[in-house]
C-alpha cells in the first residue's frame, strides 16, 4: 500500500508539472507607462484598501463592529454601481453575519451563474490589506466596471464573511453556507472565481517561493505575476479564464493545475464551491510564498503595490465578461 500511495503521489505532482507547462506564459511582458486611467483606477483601488485596512482595520467575529463596518461600506459601493444588491445573512455564534451578493441579471442564459468572489473578513490580529482587502477591492471596481453590462449569464459578484480562521473549511465559512445554499437550490454555477490576496509583486530576484520545491524550474522565480489556480476538475475552467486574461491585458499571469492536497492550492473560498461540485478558480499573487507581511500585524494598506493591481484589473473585467458570456462550462 505504502508503494502505491508514493505512486499516486508521483503522478499527481508530474501531472502538476505538465499542466503548469502547459498554462505557462511564452513571454514575459513588460510594464508599461501608466495612462490617466490606469492612475485613476489605482487611485480607486488604494481608496477602497485604505478604507477596509486603514480606517476599518482588523474586521472578524472578534472585532464585530468593525466587520459591520465593513459590510456597509461594500454594501454602499456596490449599491452605487447600480447594481442589485442582498445580503445573505446567517447566524454565527449569537450574531448575525452576511454575505453581500450584487447580481446583474442574464439576458440569454439567466440561470446559468458565474460568480466572483472575495472575502472580506482579515484573520486575527492582521488588518488583511493585501489579505484581502486587495481582493475586494478588486471585486468592487470589476462590479462598477460591468453594472452597466447585459451579459448572457447572470453575474454575481459576492463578498464572502468569514474564510480566515477559526471558520476556514468549516460550515461557518462564509462562502461554505452559500455554496451549500447554491446547491440545494439546484443552481447552475457554471464558474466561479475567487479573488484572493492579489496585490503584492516584486521584480527581485528569488522574491517568488514555491510549495513544492521542483515547481521553479517551471515558473519565474520573481514575484512579478499573478496566478491561477485549481484543482483538476476545475482545469477546463483555468483554461479559458487565463486565456481571455493574457488576451487582454500586458501584466505575466501563471497557471496551475494541481491535487487539491499540494500546500496552497485549496486556500481560499473556491475550495467551498468544489465540496458542492461547483467549478471553481482561485486568482491570487501566491500570497505567503512571496509576501512575508501574510497574516500578520504587518499587512498594511502601504504594502500594496496598487500600479500593478490597476494592470491586472482590466484583463480581469474581460476574464469576467468572456466568462459571463461564453458557451457552457464542460467538465
Not at 446567517?90 to 452576511?98: A, D, E, F, K, M
Not at 472565481?193 to 521553479?216: C, H, I, K
Not at 501574510?294 to 469576467?320: E, I
Request: net charge positive.
Amino acid at each position: 500500500m505504502p508503494i502505491l500511495i508514493l505512486l499516486l503521489l508521483i503522478a499527481s505532482l508530474l501531472g502538476a508539472a505538465w499542466y503548469s507547462k502547459r498554462y505557462r506564459a511564452q513571454t514575459v511582458a513588460g510594464v508599461p507607462v501608466a495612462d490617466t486611467g490606469q492612475r485613476a483606477l489605482a487611485a480607486r483601488l488604494q481608496a477602497h484598501v485604505q478604507m477596509l485596512a486603514g480606517r476599518i482595520g482588523e474586521r472578524n467575529m472578534w472585532h464585530p463592529e468593525r466587520l459591520e463596518q465593513a459590510a456597509r461600506y461594500i454594501e454602499a459601493e456596490l449599491a452605487a454601481t447600480g447594481c442589485a444588491v442582498e445580503a445573505q445573512s446567517y447566524t454565527l455564534h449569537g450574531r448575525t453575519v452576511r454575505n453581500i451578493v450584487a447580481q446583474i441579471e442574464g439576458h440569454e442564459r439567466p440561470q446559468e451563474i458565474v460568480v466572483i468572489g472575495a472575502h472580506y473578513d482579515s484573520v486575527l490580529g492582521s488588518p488583511g490589506a493585501n489579505d484581502n482587502a486587495t481582493g475586494v477591492a478588486a471585486l468592487l471596481e470589476l462590479a462598477r466596471g460591468l453594472a452597466a453590462e447585459q451579459p448572457s449569464r447572470t453575474l454575481r459578484l459576492v463578498a464572502f464573511v468569514n474564510e480566515e480562521p477559526p471558520f476556514f473549511k468549516t460550515s461557518e465559512m462564509g462562502s461554505r453556507v452559500y455554496a451549500r445554499r447554491a446547491k440545494q437550490r439546484r443552481e447552475k454555477i457554471v464558474a466561479m472565481v475567487s479573488l484572493e490576496t492579489v496585490g503584492n509583486y516584486s521584480e527581485a530576484e528569488d522574491s517568488q517561493m514555491f510549495p513544492f520545491p521542483p515547481l521553479r524550474f517551471f515558473y519565474p522565480t520573481r514575484a512579478n505575476f499573478i496566478a491561477f489556480v485549481a484543482n483538476f476538475h476545475s482545469r477546463a475552467l483555468l483554461q479559458r479564464s487565463l486565456k481571455a486574461f493574457r488576451a487582454n491585458s500586458t501584466f505575466p499571469a501563471e497557471g496551475l493545475v494541481a491535487p487539491e492536497w499540494l500546500i496552497g492550492v485549496d486556500w481560499s473560498d473556491q475550495w467551498s464551491f468544489w465540496r458542492s461540485g461547483y467549478p471553481a478558480i482561485m486568482i491570487t499573487d501566491t500570497a505567503p510564498f512571496r509576501y512575508r507581511h501574510y497574516h500578520t500585524v504587518g499587512d498594511t494598506p502601504d504594502k500594496v503595490n496598487y500600479g500593478a493591481l490597476s494592470r491586472v484589473l482590466p484583463g480581469l473585467v474581460v476574464m469576467t465578461r468572456t466568462l459571463a458570456g461564453s458557451p457552457p462550462e464542460n467538465n
